[in-house]
């Protein structure tokens, strides 16, 4: 069964400092990956997806993720924070291999302090 | 605008009542997905529909109904039987053949009383 496990339920950075959020998935078939990211009492914005192409995939607001096989990771960086991405981020997997529904992770809630 | 509207936003009612969540889009995506967001419990499936008149159990369904009469809509009933309802509700569309992704509501926040 498919499932994602995001390491970290809240990390804090700097203004200005690099941004790592670590997800890593389980599943038995080749994934489809996703990174979201919420702001209060709002929905959820697609930050970026890896859909079996390159294995770097570079989303908005100067985010990236590399998808790394042997390691069963896509983590999310950002080269330098700002403080507006403070916010909640979910990894996410599809669910089976017809991609009818994902699987999210629990969430990291990244602060960044000034 | 394209977009997918859920209403009401915030919902407070008494213990035992029955509650319809609206969701309501003009994306054209055939599928559409309602999910559950607790603190720290990341999103959890409830129920999800891929074509009109069919829809599918999530992880979640008990205490739980839906229907899909229209392409365009999926309201979700939180029922006396749900057990927890104060929640986060969050629908989901999805294009047909796409590659996965979902997009989403702005969510409705429901707190029972």
């Known amino acids: 069964a498919q499932s994602v496990t995001q390491l970290g339920s809240h990390v804090s950075v700097s203004e200005g400092a690099l941004v790592l959020l670590r997800c890593n998935y389980s599943s038995s078939v080749p994934p489809y990956l996703f990174w979201y990211v919420q702001y209060p009492n709002q929905g959820l914005q697609l930050l970026l997806k890896y859909t079996s192409a390159a294995t770097l995939v570079k989303g908005i607001n100067g985010f990236e993720a590399e998808f790394k096989k042997s390691e069963t990771s896509f983590h999310l960086t950002k080269p330098s924070a700002h403080m507006s991405d403070a916010a909640e981020y979910f990894c996410a997997v599809t669910r089976n291999q017809a991609g009818t529904a994902l699987i999210f992770g629990k969430g990291t809630t990244l602060s960044v302090s000034s | 605008d394209g977009g997918i509207t859920q209403s009401p936003k915030y919902l407070f009612r008494k213990e035992g009542q029955n509650v319809t969540l609206s969701c309501e889009q003009n994306?054209?995506?055939?599928?559409m997905y309602w999910y559950r967001q607790d603190p720290g419990q990341g999103l959890r499936l409830i129920y999800y529909s891929q074509i009109v008149n069919d829809f599918q159990k999530g992880d979640i369904a008990e205490g739980y109904s839906v229907s899909r009469e229209k392409k365009e809509s999926f309201p979700l009933t939180v029922t006396s039987a749900q057990k927890n309802p104060t929640a986060f509700y969050l629908c989901?569309?999805?294009?047909?053949?796409?590659?996965?992704?979902?997009?989403f509501g702005e969510g409705s926040r429901l707190t029972v009383l």
């Open positions: 994306l054209n995506h055939d599928a």
């Open positions: 989901a569309t999805r294009i047909r053949g796409g590659t996965g992704e979902l997009f």
